[in-house]
């Protein structure tokens, strides 16, 4: 079966880095575009960046433009969230999806247009 397991959270100070990783199996990776969503306490699931399957094209959350960088490795079947000057507000657990489509990531995707998703991984970002 298909699974998407993260790794890499943990808990920071404001303006650390943290790098998480998503290692996906069981689906045929280089044709879905891949991408990171995150939930905080008392908040909906929010879109964060999007890779598209080549890696050729990516699409951030306006919150994080600039900040954190998203990429994949298409031989190794794994996204990477690169995530520097973090804030506070970033605190949530994130989420690795899956969405199947070879077209460039341009718009930010919907819950409804995620076809799998990781268990999620938590960060905290204390001041």
């Known amino acids: 079966q298909v699974q998407l397991v993260e790794s890499g959270g943990g808990s920071v100070q404001a303006g650390d880095s943290l790098r998480l990783s998503c290692a996906a199996s069981?689906?045929?990776?280089?044709?879905?575009?891949m991408g990171w969503f995150r939930q905080a306490p008392g908040h909906d699931r929010e879109f964060v960046a999007l890779?598209?399957?080549?890696?050729?094209?990516?699409f951030y959350a306006d919150s994080v433009k600039g900040r954190f960088t998203i990429s994949r490795d298409n031989a190794k079947d794994t996204v990477i969230l690169e995530m520097n000057n973090l804030r506070p507000k970033d605190t949530a657990v994130y989420y690795c999806?899956?969405?199947?489509?070879?077209?460039?990531?341009?718009?930010?995707?919907?819950?409804?247009?995620?076809?799998?998703w990781g268990q999620g991984t938590q960060v905290t970002v204390s001041s």
């Open positions: 890779i598209s399957w080549s890696g050729r094209t990516t």
């Open positions: 999806a899956a969405r199947l489509g070879r077209r460039a990531a341009d718009q930010a995707p919907e819950d409804g247009d995620i076809h799998y």
């Open positions: 069981g689906l045929t990776f280089n044709e879905y575009a």
